[in-house]
């Protein structure tokens, strides 16, 4: 398609709607939508970049479940606050914040107040927590203050108000506020100005952070240290129980030269917040990360996502794509629209990187909208030969493979592949259908058929075919999918998920439930369009399809609803839960497999289901080593945890048959089936 003529009117007008497009983006970009999506990338930029480790002078001493099992109840006698300040002095560290409200007396035993406030005048580098309250306008209000005999000279006080965004996270957080003539510190600020005995004022003015000004709360934008779920620490900050360090049982030296942050992680004390990258995060390593950000300076600038700087970038995207689809061909306009999206999220990545936070969404959503506007410009006469093909084929395909289709037809050529084989059955189906009428029992199988396949096609599995009541299907053809075997688990556990509902529409109609059963294997297969001359289908054929069906079969045996082989166990265990169940060989296979019960996806199972599963791998090594009495047992304590697991009475029943007759001496562990 050629280029669009420079001098076309159309084109200037063009240009106009890019700005206006432009300009529209910058009045939405406030509203949540956009919010949340800016959010979304930068969340994605902290996990790209990673963990940072923070500042070497911040700890955190955490108020959690071994504390309070070992001191009781809390809140605590203040006198445990008073000993850990003596404690944390002692050890050299150079200030204790806590973030703990102490703005009651405490009603047990009130002595404990002064003893507290001793404590801390006489160590003289602690700070304790407040929380102001908010007028309708957001102003800062009505502090609650800690008891009076804890307002003592050099006794500082920080503020540990926070406030989430809508989506949950906190962002951004209050550094100070103003009553009156006074400057109250957040307790992050408190810490570092009692750790550097100087007053709040002084540290601003010698490190400027970026707050924003039209704010009652002078709030800053957080630059977290970050955290990856499957790491071993949920946080880069060294973190000590409350209990050890009150015990003892923390080398001194450990707090020296240290700003502490005291406070409460425990569950029961609903502390618990969100960031970034971290669905729960505690109040006190919110804190940490501000005081963190305040000792590297480190604090993101944020003055690029709003204002002028925003809506000049807006601007010179929405000139830029003009520019591109008026000088460029559809091919190379499209490639550079994705050059565009890649190379600024780099750029917005290395600003990341340097505590810079530039805006992404609105700009490449502005610059898509009018790249797209250029674009229905340009193709406002539809393709009919495309939209022919599609609409033969879409009836059998999923939408993604029609696209594919569409694009090169030579992808249905013939050719061997590893797949991923998906084989469903129906239980019990030949009593079901003497049930019905032929006319209703259709009607009720394309109810069931429908949601089941539209969940295959969800998931990119290519649906083959009905064979009665089964139906096949198949992942990675003839569109490739890395995650082919995978992508097939999540299928079949969605399909066993959906069944509820699907019971409920059955009932509505006077129909019995249905129960399926799910044979999934992967191996090479051969693919492509298959038949004679007049009549084909585009299917797979090989050893692979004949054992994800035997393996379909072999759930009555273990009255098991998915059952998958090693092959798709080991593609797919970092996604998946599974249990092994058995090393047999199916009919017509000389060669056994080992199979395996898939049940739900990756950090799905409930505590109970894990114990047992563990107990059943242990039992089923001892099976196998011929230690069947001690495998009886443990196959009765998985019986006891889970009454209803059919594979845990199935081996004690074999086991029970090996002790009155052992196996032969070359029994190598095999279970033959002979039925499908």
């Known amino acids: 398609m050629p280029p669009l003529p420079k001098k076309n ?77 003596h404690v944390l002095t002692k050890a050299g560290a150079r200030s204790v914040a806590f973030d703990l409200l102490f703005t009651d007396r405490d009603p047990d035993h009130p002595q404990d107040d002064a003893v507290l406030g ?37 006794v500082g006080v920080g503020m540990v108000n926070i406030f989430p965004e ?40 010698q490190s400027t952070p970026p707050v924003d000004s039209g ?142 936070l530039l805006p992404y969404a609105a700009p490449i959503l502005g610059f898509l909208a009018t790249y797209f506007n250029a674009l229905v410009y340009r193709l406002f006469i539809a393709d009919r030969e495309r939209e022919k093909i599609r609409n033969t084929w879409s009836r059998y395909m999923s939408p993604k493979l029609v696209d594919l289709l569409i694009q090169d037809q030579g992808v249905l050529a013939a050719g061997n592949r590893e797949v991923t084989v998906f084989f469903s059955d129906l ?25 089941m396949t539209d969940i295959l096609i969800k998931h990119d599995i290519t649906f083959d075919k009905y064979i009665g009541d089964c139906i096949m299907g198949y992942g990675n053809a003839p569109l490739e999918q890395p995650d082919h075997a995978l992508q097939t688990c999540r299928a079949a556990l969605e399909q066993v998920a959906a069944l509820p509902s699907l019971h409920k529409q059955f009932a509505s109609r006077g129909w019995p439930p249905l129960e399926f059963r799910i044979g999934l294997h992967t191996g090479t297969v051969l693919y492509g369009e298959l038949g004679s001359h007049t009549r084909s289908n585009y299917t797979v054929m090989g050893d692979t399809v004949n054992v994800a069906s035997r393996l379909e079969g072999a759930n009555k045996l273990f009255g098991t609803k998915i059952l998958i082989s090693e092959s798709t166990y080991q593609a797919a265990h970092h996604g998946i839960e599974a249990r092994e169940l058995d090393f047999m060989r199916v009919e017509g296979k000389k060669k056994p497999l080992r199979v395996y019960e898939l049940v739900a996806l990756k950090g799905n199972l409930i505590p109970l289901q894990r114990e047992a599963f563990a107990i059943f791998s242990d039992a089923l090594r001892l099976y196998r080593d011929r230690r069947f009495q001690e495998s009886r047992t443990e196959f009765l304590r998985v019986r006891d945890l889970l009454p209803e697991d059919i594979p845990a009475r199935l081996y004690v029943k074999r086991c029970d048959q090996f002790l009155h007759t052992p196996p032969p001496t070359d029994w190598d562990g095999v279970f033959v089936m002979t039925s499908k």
């Open 215 to 356: 704010s009652f709360w002078n709030e800053v934008y957080l630059n977290y240290t970050y955290w990856r779920e499957d790491e071993s620490t949920r946080s880069p900050f060294p973190t000590t129980s409350y209990v050890d360090v009150l015990k003892g049982r923390v080398d001194p030296h450990f707090f020296s030269g240290k700003i502490v942050l005291v406070g409460a992680t425990a569950a029961g004390l609903f502390d618990a917040k969100s960031a970034p990258g971290a669905p729960v995060i505690y109040g006190i390593e919110i804190h940490a990360n501000a005081l963190n950000n305040l000792l590297k300076r480190n604090f993101f600038q944020t003055q690029a996502t709003s204002g002028p700087w925003l809506m000049l970038i807006l601007v010179l995207f929405a000139v830029g794509s003009w520019l591109l689809m008026s000088h460029s061909s559809t091919f190379v306009g499209g490639a550079t629209v994705g050059m565009v999206l890649v190379g600024y999220y780099y750029l917005c990545q290395l600003a990341f990187n340097r505590n810079i």
């Open 118 to 154: 001793d404590a801390a005048e006489r160590s003289g580098r602690i700070a304790f927590a407040i929380l102001f309250n908010r007028t309708p306008e957001g102003r800062p209000t009505d502090p609650l203050l800690p008891v009076p005999e804890l307002q003592r000279n050099h």
């Open 427 to 451: 239980a019990k189906f030949t009593t079901l259908s003497e049930q019905f009428q032929p006319s209703e029992l259709v009607t009720l199988l394309n109810v069931y058929f429908t949601q």
């Open 9 to 85: 009117r159309g084109v200037a007008g063009l240009l106009f709607i890019n700005i206006l497009g432009a300009l529209g983006v910058y009045v939405l970009h406030t509203t949540p939508i956009f919010a949340n999506l800016e959010n979304a990338f930068v969340d994605l930029r902290y996990w790209v970049r990673g963990v940072v480790l923070p500042d070497p002078r911040v700890s955190i001493v955490t108020i959690d479940e071994k504390s309070i099992r070992e001191l009781g109840l809390f809140p605590w006698p203040r006198k445990h606050h008073a000993q850990l300040i």
């Open 166 to 205: 809508k989506d949950g996270a906190t962002r951004h957080l209050p550094l100070w506020v103003r009553q009156g003539d006074t400057l109250i510190p957040s307790l992050s600020l408190a810490a570092w100005a009692a750790a550097e005995r100087k007053l709040p004022e002084e540290l601003l003015l």
